[in-house]
């Protein structure tokens, strides 16, 4: 009698775990269900998936010994950093393998003198500025999770934070990233300089979502920490006039360390959990941050409160002290877990936009709320035009999940509808795949198809993610097929 699928599954599971385990020691290999349990997902935990092994190698030499394998038994490969993603980048495949970092967590090497750390990719973002701390230096790029996520992701997902409108995201804070190809071979991108011959190929590959190579090690840039900081609390009776001051700060020729959005269901949902001192009257607040010397901090702050003042702010409040200063971020910054504690499950979008148009569009997710019959809160890099949107529902309604997405994708287009794109620094992963549809054409797609082509001809790593087949485009309604025939047919229709 033929083997079922379960069987087949299981035979080939046992000859993928005997040829790992010719290359990496036993406690590397992990593939009873209790031990590859916690993989199944990352931060979207709405979509889960069992993978068929995960390796935990502790050299970039066993990374390759895993490609090798995989790559002769043709598995997938998804590389895994902390798991804190947010659209399903890391997210297993059934049959295929999780390659997670947690063992390639060394700080190689710190230069003070050329303000760089060299550090294996599962280095946890913060504990690069921990590390570098006592040369008065820093890490600037701080999304929220810091505290958990590694570089590598970072790397893959171009992370940004409320830092990066002054200092850049990940793609600007990055030198030189060292990867593993699916071929076996090293790649080295980028350099000790600031431009790197041929091609900008570092460019392309930060963001390129574990897609293109399994990334070993990273060259970040450390910038002198700021002598002081300070941030402003400035309230609005209007988001419209909360967008527009946002907007006002940029025009003034202003590029604050930080610009954020709080509307009255961030700040009322925030406040009862970390107590901020947040105005919960307000409709918006924003958080305006500024960082330099004493007197520069001075000036600027000055200068942002005449402009939010001018902008129609009800009222402004400026942090006195660094206790002070921490106390009003602690809130954005928690922003996330707060609202699992006034809704059972909650979806977060990202979207980013042209800093001029966030009133506009502010008023549009106002006009779904009613539509789709769910609540939103709205926090977010403001001055870099990044939506977070949270939709809040219950997956335990009938439903409710699939209105969220729906709510979700509605976003998404209107983010595209004014000139935006449906993500600022969350990456495409799953969950936006078929958005990808709605921004790109099919020529776009097929180049896109075409680099990953050259990385990764066989279509090994992280397969299914990011860039949507033409076929799944069909599907999603977004291109036109004519008697079946689609553009480009050679293209993978996974
Ligand atoms: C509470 C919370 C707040 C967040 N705030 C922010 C924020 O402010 N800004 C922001 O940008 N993001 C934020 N995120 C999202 C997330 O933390 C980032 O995307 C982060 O960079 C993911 O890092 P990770 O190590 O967890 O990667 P994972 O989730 O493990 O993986 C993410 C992607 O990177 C790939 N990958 C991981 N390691 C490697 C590697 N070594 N080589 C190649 N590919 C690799 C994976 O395949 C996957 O596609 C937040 C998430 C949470 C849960």
Redesign the pocket.
Known sequence: MEPNKSEQHQQRQRLVVAALRRVLPAQSVLYHEEDTRPYEC??LTAYRQLPMVVTLPESEAQVIAIVQVCREMQVAI?????????SG??MPIADGLVLS?ARLNKILNVDAYARTARVQ?GVRNLAISDAVGVHDLYYAPD???QIA??I???V??N???VHCLKYGLTVHNVMAVRAVSMEGEIIELGGAGLDAPGLDLLAVFIGS??MLG??TEVTVRLIPKPQTARVIMASFDDVIKAGNAVANVIAAGIIPAGLEMMDKTSSRMVEPYVKAGYDIDAEAILLCESDGTQEEVEEEIGRMSAVLQQAGATAIAVSQSEAERLKFWSGRKNA?PAAGRISPDYYCMDGTIPRKNLAQVLLGIAAMEIKYGLRCANVFHAGDGNLHPLILFDANQPGEFHQAEAFGAEILELCVAVGGTITG???V?IEKIGSMCVQFSPEELAAFWAVKRGFDPLLLL?PD?AIPSLHRCAEYGRMHVKKGAVKFPDLPRF
């Open positions: 990352d931060g998804v590389p895994r950093g902390a798991g804190t993603g947010l980048g890391a970092t990719p999304p929220s999770s996520c590694s590598g992701g970072n893959a997902e992370s940004g934070g979502e574990g399994i990334v996330f620094e969350h990456g992963g992280n993610k």
